[in-house]
């Protein structure tokens, strides 16, 4: 998915850079993909507030029950964690530059 919404970014960033004339249907096409990277961001999202959510409770029954099975399972999850927050954060950011290429490809279109 990383490669996929960075190669589709910078393809966009060269169509934008081109004196290609720009079509109805590249914008239709844009807000597709947009749609298919925000439902992407939005599972991601879930996914990592549940992971974080879990990590935490494992910490704190952890401590409390002194147990250390659950705390072995809180660096597990943190482990798990780390990478979720970087595909989010990865995903987050590149949707929101496909807001500002859409506004861009709005005007190109006029």
């Given amino acids: 998915m990383k490669k996929r919404i960075i190669n589709y970014v910078q393809e966009t960033d060269k169509l934008l850079e081109s004196n290609q004339k720009l079509t109805k249907e590249d914008l239709e096409n844009h807000l597709r993909q947009i749609g298919f990277f925000q439902h992407e961001r939005l599972i991601h999202l879930i996914v990592t507030v549940f992971t974080g959510i879990i990590a935490v ?54």
């Avoid at 660096?75 to 990865?90: K, W």
């Avoid at 995903?91 to 279109?109: F, G, S």
Wanted: hydrophobic share 55%; proline share 2%; aromatic share 14%.
């Fill in 57 to 110: 409770l494992c910490l704190l029954f952890g401590l409390l029950t002194q147990n250390l099975s659950l705390l072995l399972l809180f660096i597990l999850l943190l482990c798990l964690f780390v990478p979720y927050i970087l595909h989010y954060y990865l995903l987050e950011n590149n949707v929101q530059k496909m807001y500002e290429q859409y506004d861009k490809l709005i005007m190109k279109l006029k």
